[in-house]
């Protein structure tokens, strides 16, 4: 019975602070994940949200005959409570883990249109700095700590995988080549995490434990719908960038179908394979859209 344990895993694939979306983690991704792997009733599916009733209420709603499905509370940010989920975990699973899916995020419309220059031309510094730490503490140090709680589970379970959900924008050459000059935290810290899976799965490569960074692609999540003037045509002139980087790209995905591509080529990928450490698309590849 393979057991798996998702974070932010209240809406979509990949939760977000403040409501925003970009090339990775979404809102809607969260409920995606719980969504399809609860499909199949031999999965513990264990989802860590920040508020535990208004999912357990959509559990019941939307899912009602799926008894594999565990809503625990805890903030990423918060170490005490991911420890305690971590404890709360091992007496659901009998003390393994097959599978950590790190999901949740944070996203803000803050740097999400401006350039660096911009940034620093509207924002006192102590805003900038204050927004650093947001990103950075969440989306790499947090996912450090969040490793070092479930890692004793981990290493108890037979698949031994840890899932990061990164993003395309955290690719140098993406960024460089198509002069993406927005989201300077949101990319800077997805790129860290990516170092961070590396450095885990170089200590852990012997213990069998497999770490990887992937990208879901684009993931709709109508977190858009409300942007000034000025953010739409930004969003526009990117929007515009990928579908040069890809002209095939017709549109964003629905988290499902995002979190179905996902597990499809998680299941595929091995430390034996020489995967370990990789940072990937939902493909497999190096492809940040179709």
Request: net charge neutral.
């Amino acid at each position: 019975m393979p057991s798996y344990v998702i974070t932010g895993a209240s809406r979509g694939i990949g939760v977000s602070k403040s409501g925003s979306r970009h090339l990775s983690t979404t809102d809607r991704h969260q409920w995606g994940f719980v969504q399809h792997l609860s499909e199949d009733p031999s999965n513990t599916v264990i989802g860590l949200v920040r508020n535990a009733p208004p999912t357990i209420e959509r559990v019941k709603n939307e899912l009602p005959d799926r008894k594999n499905i565990h809503i625990l509370q805890a903030d990423l940010n918060d170490d005490a409570a991911i420890r305690k989920a971590a404890t709360d975990t091992a007496s659901i699973t009998g003390g393994s883990l097959d599978y950590l899916i790190g999901n949740a995020a944070y996203l803000a419309l803050y740097d999400q249109f401006d350039s660096p220059g911009e940034l620093l031309a509207k924002s006192s510094h102590e805003v900038f700095t204050k927004e650093f730490h947001n990103f950075m503490d969440t989306n790499v140090l947090a996912q450090i700590f969040l490793y070092e709680a479930f890692l004793p589970f981990i290493l108890k379970g037979k698949a031994k995988k840890v899932l990061s959900i990164s993003s395309g924008m955290g690719d140098l050459e993406i960024n460089r080549e198509y002069d993406f000059d927005h989201a300077i935290f949101y990319s800077s810290s997805k790129a860290a995490l990516n170092m961070v899976n590396v450095k885990f799965g170089a200590q852990y490569k012997k213990d069998g434990v497999l770490f990887l960074s992937m990208c879901p692609g684009m993931v709709d999540t109508g977190s858009f719908s409300k942007l000034s003037p000025t953010q739409g045509a930004k969003l526009q002139e990117v929007t515009a960038k990928f579908q040069q980087y890809s002209p095939s790209f017709t549109g964003p995905y629905e988290p499902v179908e995002a979190v179905k591509k996902m597990t499809s080529t998680l299941d595929k990928l091995s430390i034996e394979n020489g995967d370990q450490g990789k940072y990937l698309s939902h493909l497999g590849t190096k492809r940040w859209l179709p």
